[in-house]
């Protein structure tokens, strides 16, 4: 399986992007049935996850992102997608997407995101 993710960039405070994940190497019921993350790594800090997707469809989120961040995932083409709202200095951060199957877990190269405020 190999993760590509996109859509980082640079943004003020209090605007938006989204992050985007494509999935190749893996078979779509596979992909169907895989739990989805997004996970930070912020400069000094340990890696945390932000969002995570079952594949009944329940959705977790880190307590500073509720309300703000939505993840999402597109099974036909094997995307999986972060949407940010109202983005804080506090965000900024190298975000990776993470699939894990019944076997493994996957992680793609990671995408920064940086935020001023």
């Known amino acids: 399986v190999q993760l590509q993710a996109s859509g980082g960039g640079s943004v003020q405070a209090g605007g938006s992007l989204k992050l985007s994940c494509k999935a190749s190497?893996?078979?779509?019921?596979e992909f169907w049935a895989s739990r989805m993350a997004w996970y930070r790594q912020a400069p000094g800090k340990q890696r945390e996850l932000v969002a995570e997707l079952s594949s009944g469809g329940s959705t977790n989120y880190e307590d500073s992102v509720k309300g703000r961040f939505t993840i999402s995932k597109n099974n036909a083409n094997k995307m999986v997608y972060l949407q940010m709202n109202s983005l804080e200095a506090e965000d900024t951060a190298v975000y990776y997407c993470?699939?894990?199957?019944?076997?493994?877990?996957?992680w793609g190269q990671g995408t920064l995101v940086t935020v001023s405020s």
């Open positions: 190497r893996i078979i779509s019921s």
């Open positions: 993470n699939v894990e199957t019944e076997s493994r877990s996957y």
